[in-house]
């Protein structure tokens, strides 16, 4: 089968949504289909064809300025960034992954966005994203509960299916000995909650002697390094680090906690990452996140429940290995690739 996956970015570009297709497009060429990326940007490899598209650079959504009359069986766009699938709505038969709704921060890259600017480019988006749901034939979205709060997804229901996202379970492997630290593993941006997590940590360590270790980078980096000396946070910055390193750290620690509280946070990779390494997560009870996180932790709503959380966790290791193990089991059993390759797989034969 000849699939067209439509995104703006693809690696090296990196992004949730751009491994998440890197992902999906090499897994579908191992079962023999031929598989065509059209995007700004990026190289293909593992017999995935990428056709790069000239592009005016608009921050977080490139816009083309032609496109590929590729002929093909399938046609898979991703969105938030909707510029890409918007010149692909009149390609049939098309799904769109919509993988969150486009809510702009209050702050990019340290620079506050006014509020009238934050509305137009909402509204700019809506109204390329829907003429690409109200012509597609199937829409897939990663949850159940961030669909039916999504204020345009929830017009398209009856066209949902939900999909999750996936990782390669068999790439974590869990530790026996766990060690005294929380870890956070995320871009490090203001909506991403990390002021939240310094917060409620300064409170965990007035009690207890347990580190904080933020993996990652980004444009407010400074400012939280400057927020936890002024709090008198234990903390260590590793700034971004290799896979290895990466999965040492989350398999050694006693839980992973995401703080994001946006809409912007629809899913939670990291979530799933962790529960791969028996780590138990702590997540912001958002529509979306939470359905993942309950499947190896817990959720919560302010900073006080978040430090009572971290500690009640810290002081029973018997909690922590029960919900380590659930969580590796929902891996194993509800987000492999195997187990979402299988499904999307499915999906292209019942359209094509």
């Known amino acids: 089968m000849r699939v067209a996956q439509i995104t703006p970015y693809y690696p090296p570009h990196i992004g949730g949504v751009e491994i ?104 700019i988006n809506e109204k390329l994203v829907r003429p690409v749901l109200d012509k597609a034939e199937l829409i897939i979205a990663t949850t159940e509960s961030y669909a039916e709060t999504s204020k345009v997804l929830k017009e398209y229901l009856h066209k949902v299916e939900v999909i999750p996202n996936a990782v390669d379970v068999s790439l974590f492997q869990p530790v026996e000995q766990k060690k005294p630290y929380v870890i956070y593993v995320g871009r490090l941006v203001e909506y991403k909650g990390l002021g939240m997590l310094i917060e409620a940590m300064r409170d965990v360590q007035a009690q207890e002697d347990l580190e904080l270790v933020v993996v990652g980078d980004g444009e407010d980096r400074r400012r939280f390094e400057i927020m936890a000396s002024k709090l008198g946070v234990n903390i260590r910055f590793t700034g971004r680090v290799g896979f290895d390193e990466l999965r040492n750290l989350m398999s050694h620690a006693e839980l992973l906690v995401l703080p994001s509280n946006t809409r912007l946070e ?54 922590r ?17 195997d187990i979402v390759v299988d499904r999307i797989e499915e999906l292209y034969g019942e359209i094509a």
């Open 20 to 123: 998440h297709v890197k992902e999906l497009s090499e897994r579908l060429s191992e079962r023999g289909h031929q598989i065509y990326v059209v995007s700004s940007c990026g190289h293909g490899k593992n017999g995935v064809e990428v056709i790069t598209v000239p592009s005016v650079n608009f921050p977080y959504s490139p816009i083309p300025i032609t496109f590929p009359g590729l002929e093909a069986d399938i046609y898979h766009s991703h969105v938030p960034s909707p510029t890409f699938a918007f010149r692909a709505r009149d390609r049939h038969p098309h799904i769109v992954t919509y993988h969150n709704d486009v809510i702009v921060p209050s702050k990019v890259n340290g620079f506050p966005i006014p509020g009238f600017v934050a509305a137009s480019i909402e509204t």
């Open 266 to 319: 629809a899913f939670g990779i990291v979530l799933l990452e962790a529960m791969a390494c028996k780590t138990p997560v702590l997540a912001f009870d958002t529509p979306g996140v939470s359905e993942v996180a309950k499947n190896g932790g817990f959720v919560f709503s302010s900073i006080s429940e978040l430090s009572q959380l971290i500690l009640e966790l810290h002081g029973n290791e018997g909690l």
């Open 321 to 337: 290995r029960a919900l380590g193990d659930k969580g590796r089991r929902a891996v194993e059993e509800k987000y492999s690739w």
